[in-house]
């Protein structure tokens, strides 16, 4: 390891594929390798289930084809969703029903209201009747009104015969039964007002209570409807076309994302079960590759969720590929004592799938300033790690004491200085002749 042999012709050296790099000084990221697999990004994979049972009446696509989100992939034909779908609107009649009674019984709580309030101020009743015009009352108007007159009435011939006792006309106990009556209708009209009052504001709390009973039965069939069809309620359900018995029970299926259909496990007319597995769709432009880390590799490792990371793949084409990682698990499996590792890379061209075995290179530390080699320059002779620099005269092969590295530099300790160019490519044709001179 020392001998020289001297390639000067430059022709020769690019026709063997020799090249060479300048070596520097660096810092080297120390990673270590571990397994991994392919797998689908779980939040653009789903497999899409039928949510109620019934029949199919048509399925729209096969394994391959790609579908949009929102997309309608199978219609379903289910009596349980129609039993549900009628509940709600029957629930949604019983809500309309309570409203306007609670709307009649508030405007009439109101008028009755105003007009215990006008009565108790003594006005009069055409006076009454044109403030009142308007105001809904119901059965209280004729009985409250009536009531009112019979005072009035009973006030007029009390006050008629006030003059008419002093010249001895009408006797004293005449006038004394007047006097009564007012007292008496009096008490009678204060007792009806108070009744009406009560009444009509008894009404108005039965009929608000109503309306939340009827509300509340609403949103408990909105719920149940949406947790068996697991879709959204249009904002236009109960309108009248859609009474028809049919249309209650027919349910579309969409596909939630885009992507490609993987698999198809039902045709159209047969029966099918809740929660049977109709469809698998995914998204296969960004995947996962899952490795699983060593807990003994945790202090030293420096990773954490956002961090590029190198993935190896075998391929011919792209053999290492840039990804992020996704998740970084918590808890050490006590029986493999590794934790859970997801990286995240792109995949747009389609070539990677799930289920491919992969590698992925985890930084454990990190060296600076470092005279650093490339790994590709790196032989062995006669078991020891050499290189080949490059001369004035040829190409040198020098024995070299190595540190710490990765996949692409090491940290040289012993055997070249910096700024020296050592070969990168072409290694083996060097290495062959330099063990053919060695025969000589």
């Known amino acids: 390891v020392g001998s020289e042999m001297c390639i000067r012709d430059r022709a020769k050296d690019d026709a063997s594929g020799i090249q060479t790099d300048r070596i520097g000084r660096r810092s080297i990221t ?29 399925v729209e696509y096969k394994p391959g084809d790609q579908v949009t989100a929102g997309s309608v992939v199978a219609e379903l034909q289910s009596p349980g969703i129609g039993a549900a779908r009628s509940l709600l609107l029957q629930r949604m009649s019983e809500l309309d029903i309570a409203t306007t009674r609670n709307d009649w019984q508030a405007t009439v709580q109101d008028g009755v209201t105003r007009l215990a309030s006008t009565i108790r101020q003594g006005k009069p009743i055409d006076t009454i009747k044109k403030e009142l015009g308007d105001a809904v009352l119901g059965t209280f108007r004729s009985d409250l009104i009536g009531s009112y007159n019979a005072h009035l009435l009973a006030q007029q011939l009390s006050g008629s015969i006030n003059g008419i006792q002093q010249s001895g006309a009408i006797s004293n106990r005449v006038v004394r039964e007047r006097e009564a009556r007012v007292r008496e209708t009096w008490a009678h009209l204060e007792a009806s007002l108070e009744q009406a009052e009560f009444e009509a504001s008894q009404a108005r709390r039965e009929a608000e209570s109503a309306s939340r009973a009827a509300k509340q039965a609403v949103i408990t069939a909105r ?33 939630p994302i885009d992507g490609t259909i993987q698999e198809r496990s039902f045709s159209a007319t047969e029966r099918v079960r809740s929660g049977d597995e109709l469809y ?11 490795a699983d880390l060593r807990a003994r590799d945790l202090e030293t490792m420096d990773l954490h969720v956002g961090d590029p990371v190198v993935v190896l793949t075998g391929a011919e084409i792209d053999k290492e590929i840039r990804g992020n990682v996704h998740f970084l698990g918590r808890e ?3 029986l493999s004592g590794t934790l859970p590792l997801i990286v995240v890379v792109d995949n747009q061209s389609g070539r990677y799938r799930p289920g491919q075995f992969a590698r992925v290179e985890i930084p454990i530390g990190r060296i600076d300033d470092v005279v650093a080699i490339p790994e590709a320059a790196i032989i062995d002779l006669e078991g020891e790690s050499s290189v080949f620099l490059k001369t004035d005269e040829g190409y040198r092969a020098q024995a070299v004491s190595l540190g710490a590295g990765n996949d692409d530099f090491v940290d040289a300790t012993i055997g070249v200085k910096e700024g020296e160019e050592v070969v990168v490519a072409g290694t083996f044709l060097l ?8 025969e000589d």
Request: aromatic letters at 4%; glycine letters at 4%; zero cysteines.
């Open 30 to 58: 120390l990673t270590r390798t571990v397994p991994a697999r392919f797998d689908y990004d779980h939040d653009r994979h789903v497999m899409i289930r039928v949510p109620a049972a019934g029949i199919l009446k048509s």
């Open 223 to 255: 719920q149940e409807l949406v947790d068996l069809t697991r879709q959204p309620i249009p904002e236009d359900f109960g309108a009248p076309a859609e009474n028809d018995e049919t249309l209650l029970a027919s349910l579309p299926i969409t596909s």
């Open 280 to 290: 698998v769709v995914a998204d296969t432009s960004k995947l996962w590759v899952n």
């Open 332 to 334: 050490v499996d006590p």
């Open 431 to 438: 290495k062959s002749e330099l063990l053919l001179e060695g």
